[in-house]
């Protein structure tokens, strides 16, 4: 790319700044270093044509360098002073006036010019470099790459003396690399595109024959180009080797050229798949017609004494060698050649058609341009015309008329795949109605099929761990064919999001890390087309799709419109996912409502029914909890010698598991119970021990129990962690005066042996027991202020001397009002015990 920028500066230079550049006056013979070219200026100054360079301003002759070099240190009309030596042996000094250099003659060579030493040089270099970009593992790309280079040596006919050393050496260098590395380039593609050539196979050596000489010729013409720059006075020394080799180059070049032709040839007839024919079918055609201009340039005329690397030859096969690039990019890149028929067929016919529409274009434009500027119309017609020529003109221009009529020729000459987007555009609208995916999966794989001719379909949608085949046409499977997540097919679609080709000759890395039963899977169902249904943040399936009838690629308007079709299948299969999903969570939430529902009646059937019948006090008891299902507990349990234990506790956490753990506190209190024993702090470690067995580690309980003897007014206690119950002696209701009842031990099922005490207080007439859970002193407002434990005794003060159930009643009707709506946040529960008068009655709540 730098020798062709470089040469398209100096082409530049050249074209446009002759006059800032001398030229050189004489062309010399490289080896006898006669001059054998003679400008005016030199004839002026007394050169003549046979005279033999000895020195260049008093400095000895030493090549072709030492001459351009000299003239490009010199600008038009200085003087160069060169010391010839003349035909008839008098040695003599001549004084040259440079002259200018002269600019392209006419408009016609410069277009010419231009076409053959830029344009064709830079389409080649950017294709040879696509194709490598393409291809980078694949030799034959970078042969392409060295062949297409070959054009850059349109730029010989250039004089490099625009550039300085070192460059002038280097480009040199390149362009010889380039003139002699193009053929044998050539003929190892030839050999080895699009598999190898059976010839070769078999006698393997030969190829060596032909190109061994020619790389050995490149290093023998480099040190002769060598010494006729540096040292024309070795020329003589080394004129009988360049001889030989000349000929090695005239012979084995034509032969390069000819033997790709044939190994092609032969490999049409062997060649092992449909589509390596039809690669070389259209690789024969197009190197015959770009070619063939070459290897009669450069293998027969030479044998005619015409140098081909002199004069305007290169401007007589440029447009056909332009072919050349465009047909090995094609046959290197494209994964599914098409026939060449088709080629030839649509190619030109869709070409005359839009080139005819084009000129018809151009034609009416130039019309009406000629009747706008046309100044010798009548004047009294003159406004008009040029009027009506103007709207015409800006109708034209602006209007959709041409446009449309370009799409017409678009679908004339590719009504198939026209009526391919409009049905698969169609498709993927319809993608979206579905909300079931078997129809949906169904309906997309049958007008997928039947659009584009692909007899093989398989579809798999996303389960629960796999993918699982949903969808087979064309092909019946043996056993469930299973794509797991790891898999290197899924982890591929789902990275990148696209449809993949998958053309086993040439596979991508990924096919080739794939599981052996992935690749078997994949042969089996002969996929060479992978399509993702992508859903919001997720693979929902993969469509394989087999070849088409015509074995033809498919085409990028293909691939994009599968892809829009794909898009909408995936949401679609994600929406029927979520929709069967809700539908599935709404039963589940249903089912779930109905069993919290039990569990709640369950509960409650778990808290006292019907409150003990023991003369002279008043009980009651409520919890309220915070879901459907509550971790509190309270009980009143009738005991032996018309005793009553009274219970009441707080499980960690609340629903269900909360639950749980209290019913299992329930059971081992009552089982404790039943056997009598009068030592609370030994039934209270048992308890512990119980519920810790039973529980996880991380659950416990607050729990307080106590034993109330009516004969003796005895209240003894254990308080296992549990807010203290308060005890309010007779009328005082201020809770300074309130007795807490706080002696125990640690909370039970969290450790599982602890030491528990037991105490003991007594009752008179008018004291009132309160034991709660915390979620009663702890309710809080919106603004996270806590009612506190002061504010729910202040409540029991004016209703003290009602009935207990009354005083509970009061007390969660404070907590209410206090926290004005706000939501509750734990289980509330109250257990009132209440020591009646004298003449005060039992109220049953």
């Known amino acids: 790319m ?188 030839g050999l080895y ?39 024309a006075t070795w020329g003589r020394l080394f004129m009988p080797l360049e001889t030989p080799f000349d000929w090695v180059f005239k012979i084995l070049q034509p032969a390069s050229i000819v033997l790709y032709w044939i190994a092609l040839f032969d490999k049409l007839r062997s060649a092992s798949t449909a589509d390596a024919r039809r690669r070389l079918r259209v690789l024969v055609a197009g190197s015959a017609l770009s070619l063939g201009p070459l290897l009669v340039l450069f293998g027969l005329l030479p044998f005619f004494g015409f140098d081909p690397h002199h004069g305007s030859s290169y401007e007589i096969i440029v447009p056909f060698f332009a072919i050349f690039p465009l047909t090995l990019a094609y046959v290197v890149v494209v994964q599914r050649a098409m026939d060449l028929r088709i080629l030839l067929r649509m190619g030109t016919k869709y070409a005359l058609a839009r080139g005819s529409l084009w000129l018809l274009r151009a034609g009416v434009i ?38 449309n009529a370009s799409q017409w020729v678009d679908r004339k000459f590719f009504r198939e795949a026209y009526n391919t987007e409009i049905v698969l555009s169609e498709l993927s609208e319809r993608a979206r109605q579905f909300t079931e995916k078997e129809p949906l999966i ?16 398989a579809v798999w949608l996303r389960g629960s761990q796999v993918f699982q085949l949903q969808e087979a046409l064309g092909f019946s499977m043996i056993q469930p064919i299973l794509l797991t997540e790891t898999s ?13 080709t998958l053309y086993r000759e040439n596979p991508d890395e990924w096919f080739v890390e794939a599981q052996p039963d992935e690749k078997q899977m994949l042969s089996q169902i002969n996929a060479e087309v992978l399509l993702p249904f992508p859903g919001h943040d997720r693979l929902m399936g993969i469509m394989a799709l087999g070849p088409k009838k015509s074995e033809e690629p498919y085409s990028p308007s293909d691939l994009r419109l599968l892809q829009s079709v794909a898009t909408q299948t995936g949401l679609a299969l994600e929406v029927s996912e979520l929709a069967h999903s809700l539908a599935a969570e709404a039963a589940q939430r249903e089912r779930i409502h109905r069993e919290i529902e039990i569990a709640r009646e369950v509960q409650e059937r778990l808290f006292p029914q019907e409150l003990p019948a023991i003369n002279g006090i008043d009980l009651a008891g409520h919890c309220r909890p915070a879901q459907v299902v509550g971790g509190d507990y309270y009980d009143f349990i009738a005991l032996e010698g018309a005793r009553l234990g009274l219970a009441i506790g707080d499980i960690s956490g609340k629903g269900i598991s909360a639950a749980l753990l209290m019913a299992s506190l329930r059971a081992s209190l009552r089982g404790m119970t039943l056997y009598g024993s009068n030592d609370l702090a030994e039934l209270m470690r048992k308890v512990n021990q119980l519920v810790y067995e039973a529980s996880a580690s991380n659950r416990y309980a607050t729990f307080f129990f106590a034993v109330y003897d009516p004969k003796t007014r005895e209240l003894r206690y254990v308080n296992a962690g549990h807010n203290p119950p308060f005890l309010l002696r007779g009328n005082e209701a201020d809770a300074s005066q309130a007795l807490r009842l706080e002696a125990g031990g640690p909370v039970i099922g969290l450790l599982q042996s602890a030491p528990y005490v037991e105490a003991s207080l007594s009752l008179r007439s008018a004291d009132l027991l309160l034991a709660y859970t915390d979620g009663i002193s702890e309710a809080m407002t919106v603004d996270d202020e806590e009612w506190g434990e002061e504010r729910m005794v202040s409540a029991v003060s004016g209703v003290r001397s009602s009935s207990a159930g009354e005083i509970l009643s009061a007390i969660f009707r404070a907590a209410d009002e206090f926290t004005s709506g706000a939501p509750q946040h734990d289980d509330m529960t109250l257990l009132i015990m209440k020591i009646l008068s004298d003449g005060e009655s039992q109220n049953k709540n």
């Open 442 to 457: 169904e309906t997309v794989t049958r007008r997928i099929s039947e659009t584009l001719h692909v007899p093989q379909i």
């Open 193 to 231: 595109f699009p598999e190898r050539w059976r010839v070769d196979r078999q006698w393997p050596w030969i190829k060596w024959l032909i190109v061994i000489p020619q790389l050995v010729g490149i290093s023998v013409e480099l040190w002769v180009d060598y010494v006729q720059f540096f040292h």
């Open 366 to 403: 130039v019309l009406l341009i000629f009747l706008f500027t046309n100044w010798s119309l009548a004047s009294r017609f003159a406004i008009a015309v040029r009027i009506t020529a103007l709207a015409a003109l800006v109708f034209l221009i602006r209007h959709p008329l041409f446009r």
């Open 488 to 500: 290197s097919t899924v982890r591929t679609l789902t990275e990148a999001n696209h449809p993949l």
């Open 2 to 189: 730098g020798y062709y920028v470089a040469g398209a500066i100096a082409l530049y230079q050249e074209w446009f700044h002759p006059s800032w550049y001398a030229r050189v006056p004489v062309d010399i013979d490289d080896d006898t270093q006669k001059i054998v070219g003679v400008q005016t200026e030199a004839k002026s100054a007394g050169i003549s044509q046979g005279d033999v360079i000895k020195a260049l301003n008093g400095e000895a002759f030493t090549g072709d360098r030492q001459l351009l070099r000299d003239v490009r240190q010199r600008h038009p009309g200085e003087t160069l002073a060169a010391t010839v030596k003349t035909t008839n042996g008098i040695t003599k000094t001549a004084s040259i006036r440079l002259a200018s250099r002269e600019g392209p003659p006419w408009i016609p060579t410069i277009i010419a010019l231009f076409v053959t030493i830029l344009v064709l040089p830079a389409l080649s270099l950017v294709i040879g470099y696509w194709v490598v970009a393409a291809k980078p593992r694949d030799p034959n790309a970078w042969l392409v790459l060295v062949v297409l280079a070959f054009s850059e040596t349109f730029f010989g006919n250039l004089d490099w003396r625009f550039w300085g050393d070192p460059w002038f050496e280097l480009f040199g260098v390149w362009a010889v690399l380039l003139q002699k590395l193009g053929f044998p380039a050539l003929f190892l593609f």
